[in-house]
């Protein structure tokens, strides 16, 4: 019976994916799981971890997931991306970052073996200077940059469920609910 397309009917072909098939996403969402458990579990193999326990893997991905929706929405640049937003001249442009950083003036966090610099910190005029202020009362406060970082990018009851980085062009509104926020002890 071969060549009268019997066998077709029996297997027809496969349709070309159907785009928003949830059939395809979740065959996408699978494979995407499968390929995160490999990493995860090679990162802890690689890091000698005896007992990653569940609610730190959670607590991992959780800042990993916030530092990805930062990058997405305001770009984590490289110390030569600083330098070009400070119009750096100078012959080492990637000290601006490192510069400025030390003195006080920005806020950065690691990733990998990277420093990378959160770009909600800068105008067009360069760097906020409401940024060396937060450094500031995080310094006396106890905070950490990837604390401050996280802070200002979680939502609170002092700004009616808004985020400080929104309140970024109001310093002084901003440094008042810091130091509300900063201030309170459990």
């Known amino acids: 019976m071969a060549g009268n397309g019997a066998a077709a009917l029996e297997h027809p072909a496969p349709e070309d994916p159907i785009p928003g098939d949830p059939a395809e996403a979740a065959a996408e969402d699978l494979a995407q799981t499968r390929r995160n458990v490999a990493a995860l579990g090679s990162a802890i193999h690689s890091a000698h971890l005896t007992a990653a326990s569940p609610a730190l893997a959670r607590a991992v991905q959780a800042q990993q ?3 990805d929706a930062l990058d997405a929405e305001f770009g984590l640049l490289t110390s030569a991306q600083v330098a070009d937003r400070l ?4 012959a080492a442009r990637r000290n601006a970052a490192a510069a400025a950083r030390a003195a006080g003036r920005l806020l950065a966090l690691r990733r990998g073996n990277r420093l990378l610099y959160p770009g909600f910190q800068f105008t067009a005029a360069g760097i906020r200077p409401v940024i ?4 500031s009362l995080g310094d006396r406060h106890g905070w ?3 604390g401050l970082i996280e802070w200002l990018l979680g939502p609170t009851t002092l700004l009616d469920g808004g985020r400080p980085v929104d309140a970024l062009g109001d ?3 901003l440094l008042a609910v810091a130091e509300a926020s900063f201030g309170v002890s459990w």
């Open 171 to 173: 310093a002084e509104r």
């Open 132 to 135: 060396a202020d937060l450094r």
């Open 87 to 90: 119009g750096s001249r100078a």
């Open 65 to 67: 997931n916030l530092y």
């Open 144 to 146: 950490h940059e990837a």
